[in-house]
């Protein structure tokens, strides 16, 4: 559980700001990466043609809102 997201952690120590706001951002931006490039070829084909989005978000349990990552 802890495992897959050691990397995006480590790529933030060093980071101002909030060092958990920064890892949380930091995975699920990778994991967004992660799904473009190993989709099924028919996904991939509507990701080309722009048919089709990838995007990053997360939830906020507190307020119930739902923060879109930026693309990169």
Avoid: H, W, Y
Avoid at 2 to 20: N, Y
Avoid at 36 to 51: F, N, Q
Wanted: charged share 30%; aromatic share 4%.
């Amino acid at each position: 559980m802890i495992e897959p997201i050691v990397p995006a952690v480590l790529s933030q120590r060093d980071k101002p700001g909030d060092f958990t706001g920064n890892c949380m951002r930091a995975n699920v931006n990778r994991v967004v990466e992660r799904l473009r490039s190993a989709s099924e070829p028919s996904l991939l084909d509507r990701l080309e043609a722009g048919k089709l989005r990838i995007v990053g978000a997360s939830d906020r349990f507190d307020s119930g809102t739902v923060d879109f990552c930026d693309e990169s």
